[in-house]
């Protein structure tokens, strides 16, 4: 039989590129997705006739649990601290007949790391931490109970049980166009290249001197379909529960370079009048979006070595800087900048 798929975050960007992958490779599998109303199923249906549609959000409980039930693997994209949620996926999956094994696959967040610099808020200033899920994986799992994503992923860690198998995925910051029915735009460097252009100059957090890792979000999804087809194998060789977290990246990168390098791509446009980047505090980084400070100024280092090892999960995509001048051409159109409109910022 098909396994059935509950997947969450469907016209997200993280959740509706990994649904592509998923149908595109594994056609048969048979895939509910959550969407909040009629216009959402509409863009999803358009593009996936074969999955199913239940309508609803993440604080339906009851539907959550029914629709879990039904199921052998939840794979969850959408909010990655929305507890209830979390809970009611749970118990839906623990309601399945004894000695059926389900799996829940959930998304978490590099910024599960970067405890330290919002403790400190030394923001922009370089760290040699490197963490790595495999060796490392005690220090993964024994953060600050404050630490951002700490609560939900533990709620995740300690349902794991011989019938309830579980699994945490770790994306970093994600680049490229998504191939989903709906939102195919990331946000932290989409975001930087977008205020970049309306700011009429580039800028980087403190002294942009801090690093995070990258994925291209084709790469990422190649990673969640290699753990939902372990899980469709019945666990395959993956490690699941207190040791199931799955980080991704292709490298890292550090934000003063992107900004840079941003602020180069846009002024080459003619989008820009210059390619100097100017320094913001946290004040200024928080106005341009909630927490910019953390998303642009924040340290979270690490290795990926779990998928590596035991999915055979490689990244193939081009790497962060291949990209840059993309997503600010990109940017440049969304807010309405054209050629004409270029020379009259140079002005």
């Known amino acids: 039989m098909a396994p059935k798929i509950l997947l969450l975050g469907a016209t997200g960007y993280i959740g509706g590129d990994a649904l592509f992958a998923l149908t595109q490779t594994h056609p048969d ?22 999955a199913t549609l239940v309508y609803g959000d993440l604080d339906d409980t009851e539907l959550l649990e029914q629709e879990a039930k039904k199921v052998d693997i939840v794979l969850n994209c959408a909010n990655s601290d929305h507890e209830v949620a979390i809970k009611a996926l749970l118990t839906g999956l623990r309601a399945r007949e004894a ?23 030394t923001f922009g200033e370089a760290s040699t931490k490197i963490y790595d899920d495999w060796e490392g994986i005690s220090e993964i799992t024994s953060v600050p109970a404050h630490a951002p994503h700490r609560s939900a992923d533990k709620i995740i860690i300690e349902a794991d049980a011989p019938d309830l198998k579980t699994a945490i995925v770790v994306p970093p910051t994600i680049y490229g166009q998504g191939r989903g029915p709906s939102n195919q735009r990331s946000h932290q460097v989409p975001d930087m290249a977008k205020f970049t252009l ?20 084709y790469d990422l999804s190649d990673c969640y379909m290699r753990i939902v087809e372990a899980a469709v194998q019945g666990g395959g060789r993956m490690t699941w529960g207190k040791e199931g977290y799955y980080f991704t990246e292709n490298g890292e990168h550090v934000w003063g370079h992107v ?12 989008l820009i009048p210059s390619d100097e980047v100017q320094t913001v505090d946290e004040e200024a980084a928080d106005e341009m ?10 340290n979270s280092r690490y290795r990926a070595l779990r998928a590596r ?5 490689s990244p193939k995509e081009k790497g962060l800087d291949y990209y840059i001048p993309e997503a600010v051409s990109s940017e440049a159109k969304s807010i309405g900048l054209v050629p004409g409109h270029a020379a009259k910022v140079a002005g």
């Not at 900004?259 to 003619?270: E, L, N, P």
């Not at 909630?290 to 100024?297: D, H, K, S, T, Y």
């Open 198 to 217: 309306e700011r009429k100059g580039g800028f980087q957090v403190g002294a942009g001197r801090n690093a995070m890792p990258n994925v291209h979000v």
């Open 289 to 298: 979006i909630p927490r910019g400070a953390v998303l642009w100024g924040a």
């Open 29 to 50: 599998y048979e895939i509910t997705c959550l969407v909040r109303n009629s216009d959402k199923g509409a863009q999803v249906a358009s593009q996936y006739s074969r």
């Open 309 to 313: 090892k035991l999915l055979d999960w």
């Open 259 to 270: 900004a840079k390098a941003i602020t180069v791509a846009a002024h080459k446009q003619g």
């Open 99 to 121: 000695g059926q094994r389900v799996f829940l696959i959930h998304t978490s967040g590099n910024l599960l790391l970067s405890f330290p610099d919002i403790d400190r808020k």
